[in-house]
């Protein structure tokens, strides 16, 4: 079930499993991951505003949250302001090249239980998932759907006995409305994602950065005067192009929708289909969600140097496989850098094996974006464990079972407050007038 796992694998009974210890690489890390998640935590004050108020309202004592996220030093920062809000944390990373190993040791260290490493195989991958289920959570905090498709799917007794989850991604929502669509999703999920202070920031600003830092300390490349192609225009391709635009290339995009087609057009850039663009490209960019977006077809047509970066969630969109096949030989020639060369020559870089070149090959969001996502995070964690689940004997709660439901527009509210103040920027009010005049229609 999971998808950067092995499909098809034996199930996990419904049994009550013993909790494990944390697994992490080097426990002997922890010191280095310490600072990372000092120098991360010195830069999230909104989240420890947030967290400040959680641990006063007292909601969280007692209960389990299992996460699935990117194991690096912000998502360190939320996992402990949960723990010492009193709730237990059972955490592992959502891709098996994000986790950082430090800070997965330093985390284990100050308290949570943290199942993961760095390259962990698709097997521990799926162990580790099982890990954090085995801790019982009552809530569930997911980046890609990856925990919650295994939980319904294999362990569905289980399910039933949770409160309400968060997910943080498009592609993760895109799978849980199917699953809520197919009548299987057992309780409320809030889509922490669609939040205007999430989607807006994260999505757009955070990605069009990170994804550009990975590929920077990937290839150490100029972007000045080359040809950048975005595939996907969405808000994290809408970022991606614009900072490649900032950095002086030339943009094409790729999209499917003709509405975000025109967008992309009147912010400057050039729109063609993939297959005629990819001869153009030194840099192409994934941004689409989906998969097989760089298929063979695109993959012999590019040029000799074309560095090829995915930012989509999982690493389904350039076809690995069907470079492979065209290559005639293959080398790592710096970390996150693979080279492919064609039977003509020609050489094509593959960065961080086609898995989220941000994470992979960088830190992920700058930290103030995640400050805010994290803290609309722990917002909406302390709704969903406010739910008693049908089988705790509750009978529902604030939110419907099985359904993806919005983030409270008070959530949203506080968050941009919050932000807003730590910015040092203020805002205005409507006069009394004005209030009026907005809800009157003579
Ligand atoms: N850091 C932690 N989670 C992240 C995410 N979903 N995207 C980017 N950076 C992150």
């Not at 996990?12 to 944390?22: K, N, R």
């Not at 280095?32 to 641990?55: D, F, N, S, T």
């Not at 991604?169 to 197919?182: F, K, P, V, W």
């Amino acid at each position: 079930m999971a998808r950067n796992g092995f499909p098809g694998e034996g199930g996990v009974a419904d049994g009550p499993e013993a909790v494990a210890a944390s697994t992490v690489r080097d426990a002997g890390l922890a010191p280095a991951g310490r600072l990372k998640v000092e120098w991360a935590e010195a830069h999230m004050p909104v989240l420890a505003r947030v967290a400040g108020g959680i641990a006063q309202r007292g909601r969280m004592r007692g209960v389990t949250v299992g996460i699935c996220l990117h194991l690096e030093a912000k998502t360190a920062c939320l996992a402990l302001a949960l723990h010492r809000a009193g709730a237990r944390v059972a955490i592992t990373g959502s891709n098996p090249l994000s986790t950082q190993d430090d800070v997965a040791a330093a985390l284990a260290a100050a308290g949570p239980r943290v199942y993961a490493w760095h390259g962990c195989s698709p097997q521990e991958y799926r162990s580790f998932l099982n890990a954090v289920l085995d801790s019982r959570p009552d809530v569930i905090l997911d980046d890609g759907a990856d925990l919650l498709a295994l939980l319904h799917a294999e362990r569905p007794a289980q399910a039933a006995r949770v409160r309400g989850a968060t997910e943080e991604t498009t592609t993760g929502l895109h799978r849980l409305r199917a699953m809520a669509a197919e009548g299987v999703l057992r309780f409320p999920v809030i889509a922490v994602n669609d939040a205007r202070m999430k989607y807006l920031f994260d999505n757009r600003y955070g990605t069009g950065q990170s994804a550009w830092e990975g590929i920077l300390r990937a290839t150490n490349r100029l972007v000045a005067g080359a040809t950048v192609l975005v595939c996907g225009y969405g808000w994290c391709g809408k970022g991606v192009a614009r900072r490649a635009q900032g950095l002086g290339a030339r943009v094409l995009v790729a999209e499917v929708d003709p509405v975000a087609a025109n967008e992309a057009v009147l912010d400057g850039c050039r729109v063609r289909p993939a297959l005629e663009a990819v001869g153009e490209a030194d840099f192409i960019v994934t941004c689409t969600g989906n998969r097989g977006v760089l298929r063979r077809e695109h993959l012999e047509r590019c040029r000799d140097g074309v560095v090829l970066a995915n930012a989509g969630h999982f690493n389904v969109e350039i076809d690995v496989e069907g470079l492979r096949a065209l290559a005639e030989s293959e080398r790592t020639v710096r970390p996150a850098v693979t080279e492919f060369r064609l039977r003509d020559g020609r050489r094509l870089h593959l960065l961080a094996e086609g898995r989220l070149v941000n994470l992979a090959a960088a830190d992920g969001h700058p930290i103030e974006i995640m400050d805010i996502s994290f803290a609309i995070q722990a917002l909406c964690l302390e709704r969903a464990a406010g739910r008693v689940a049908e089988t705790a004997g509750g009978g529902g709660g604030p939110e419907p079972a099985g359904r993806v439901v919005p983030v409270p527009e008070e959530v949203d509210l506080e968050v941009a407050r919050l932000r807003l103040e730590a910015a040092g920027a203020a805002i205005d009010a409507l006069t009394p007038e004005q209030g009026t005049y907005m809800r009157s229609w003579r």
